[in-house]
């Protein structure tokens, strides 16, 4: 996608093609290890942001468990077109994934069950932890889901919870502009000593933290699921969070000249960020009161 100031999206012309090979290939191979419930596609080629790159496909189980790796790697060493290698299948706490290629594209395919998948969705849209300790990202989850393709929903269980996903939870604006108010000024002020210090190891992981939050923030307040940090800059694009949040965030990593002068334009661009996140009226996105309790992280 070249780079410029205007979302284009960059679909694969072989993206049918993929889909036909889900469906008639790779599904089949899937549905006698358990109840398949809802299968989704996600990630930068579904997106639009480049027309190559592997195809992320997700699939919601309705069982007690996702189907073992002891029953998944036979069907990746079957899919799979690589001869010779060991079959890619992880579990590790609640990531459970293969990889293959089938025709020359590479397929990643994760999986859930029911239970661990509407769990999410609650947590975003009450605004409170379920007391399950995740390696996923419930926001960036939402959002994998909410602006994916579905492809198998049996029972219209996507489509309920895309439906109840659609009016965006104030609960969500509210805490992560709460994140970044909270720290707003000790993360400037510990990136002023930084660069005092000339400590730009130190200095450009609390960038990075602050950016984090800052990003979170806005695409929060524009009422979008936060997409992740891979493409951030052609999902600011995509959602339409406007010319100054696209021009702040350039300059982050565009500054130039000595590490100084660098460090002071990065400064003033999060800072800028910042008053974005600031400026936007509690009143006008129904907020409760800052001061309140709330529970979502």
Not at 94 to 119: K, M, P
Not at 198 to 213: G, R
Request: overall charge negative; aromatic content about 10%.
């Amino acid at each position: 996608m070249p780079r410029g100031k205007e979302f284009i999206v960059s679909l694969s012309t072989h993206l049918e093609e993929y889909r036909n090979m889900l469906r008639q290939q790779v599904l089949p191979a899937y549905e006698p290890l358990g109840r398949l419930s809802l299968v989704y596609l996600l990630g930068s080629l579904v997106s639009g942001y480049t027309e190559e790159a592997d195809l992320d496909i997700m699939m919601v189980w309705n069982d007690a468990s996702v189907p073992a790796g002891s029953l998944r790697e036979p069907l990746v060493s079957h899919l799979d077109e690589r001869q010779g290698i060991s079959p890619f299948v992880v579990d590790y706490r609640d990531i459970h994934l293969e990889r293959y290629v089938i025709a020359g594209q590479e397929y990643n395919v994760a999986h859930q069950t029911r239970v661990s998948f509407e769990a999410i969705l609650h947590s975003i849209l009450d605004g409170k932890r379920d007391g399950t300790d995740r390696v996923l990202d419930p926001l960036v989850a939402t959002a994998g889901f909410t602006y994916g393709e579905l492809v198998l929903d049996r029972q219209g269980l996507g489509q309920q919870w895309r439906s109840r996903l659609s009016a965006f939870p104030p609960v969500v604006k509210q805490e992560c502009r709460r994140a970044v108010l909270a720290h707003r000024q000790t993360h400037l002020t510990d990136l002023t000593t930084l660069m005092r210090r000339a400590d730009w190891f130190k200095f450009h992981c609390i960038l990075v933290e602050a950016l984090h939050t800052s990003m979170r923030a806005l695409f929060a307040l524009h009422e979008v699921y936060y997409p992740g940090d891979k493409w951030l800059r052609q999902s600011i694009l995509r959602f339409g969070l406007g010319e100054e949040v696209l021009t702040r965030f350039d300059r982050i990593f565009e500054a130039s000249g000595p590490a100084i002068d660098r460090a002071i334009e990065q400064h003033a661009a999060l800072s800028r960020l910042m008053d974005l996140v600031e400026g936007y009226e509690a009143e006008a996105f129904g907020f409760v009161s800052l001061g309140e309790t709330s529970e979502l992280p």
